[in-house]
């Protein structure tokens, strides 16, 4: 069933962050814009530099938006997007539910939505590009079972977010893999200063825990700040998405594992995708990008 997401909204302008270049390449007529939920953060920089790339490559123009984490500026810069006449729209959402109202505005505009790595609720999309975030999370618990044992910690994300809820869902679904029990969670929404102040929080009332999840690296470096010395020792930390910040602490030995996501290829795939919507052209509705675990055994390969 071809599904064909769309997106244009009514309020007003908001600031562009990045632009693209075109090319040459029988793209050049298309602009393709990307809504990224905050470039605050390192993995989101490397998706947008993999949807630039691409669209070098296809000969495409990228106009870059910034939400800063603010759902409702996200929706103000894709009108923005929409009344600029982009031919495709990848939408990163800061948040699922609220993404909606674009989503229909964009599917009243005919401009394809492609989102990435956070799925669109409640709007019709072209695409979906995102890796498996239940199997990421299934297999971030049973690393921390295996650096750990006995009560741990759990920091999620932004509760409106998709990757959150099922990262979330899939460490649930990965506890009996290990000898761990969740005894505190609390939201740090994917920011690292938040991560600190709620493990110092977290710590305060449960001094004993012996790992924390936290559901992106942003979090999980907050969290080793907070424990200091005993981050790696008698606490072990397991991440997500495999940051150059993640990794650099994989190998200090203060975080026990990561769940990397490939943000680069998550940014070249929705930007195949958009332009192949843009056309006019089939797309794929769902696209699966791999998540792998990196540990001390194998982070080698992935340092750059």
Do not use: W
């Not at 409640?122 to 009560?151: P, Q």
């Not at 797309?283 to 998540?291: R, T, Y």
Request: charged letters at 20%.
């Amino acid at each position: 069933m071809k599904v064909t997401r769309r997106i244009a909204l009514t309020l007003g302008a908001a600031a562009l962050v990045a632009t693209g270049c075109s090319g040459t390449g029988a793209s050049g007529d298309i602009t393709i814009g990307l809504a990224v939920s905050t470039l605050n953060n390192p993995f989101f920089v490397e998706l947008q530099q993999g949807a630039q790339e691409m669209a070098d490559r296809l000969g495409a123009k990228l106009t870059v938006v910034d939400a800063q984490n603010d759902a409702t500026n996200q929706v103000n810069q894709v009108q923005t997007l929409v009344t600029q006449g982009v031919k495709a729209i990848i939408l990163n959402p800061v948040d699922s539910k609220q993404s909606a109202p674009a989503a229909k505005a964009a599917e009243t505009a005919n401009i394809p939505l492609i989102s990435v790595d956070r799925a669109v609720e409640g709007g019709k999309v072209a695409a979906e590009v995102a890796s498996n975030n239940v199997s990421g999370g299934s297999l971030a618990a049973i690393e921390l079972g295996r650096a750990t044992s006995g009560d741990v910690a759990h920091l999620k994300g932004i509760p409106g977010a998709s990757a959150s809820r099922d990262r979330g869902q899939g460490f649930e679904q990965g506890l009996n893999s290990g000898n761990i029990k969740v005894v505190a969670t609390a939201v740090a929404d994917f920011d690292r200063a938040k991560g600190l102040n709620e493990t110092t929080n977290l710590l305060q009332g449960n001094p004993g825990i012996k790992g924390i999840f936290a559901e992106n690296d942003e979090m999980a470096l907050g969290a080793i700040k907070a424990l200091g010395a005993r981050a790696g020792k008698d606490v072990q930390v397991v991440g997500f998405d495999g940051t150059p910040d993640g990794l650099k602490a994989i190998q200090d030995g203060t975080l026990a594992a990561t769940v990397a996501q490939q943000p680069k290829l998550l940014g070249s795939k929705a930007v195949e995708q958009a332009v192949h919507a843009a056309k006019g052209e089939s797309v794929q509705q769902v696209v699966d990008v791999e998540v792998k675990v990196i540990t001390a055994k194998n982070v080698a390969e992935f340092v750059k």
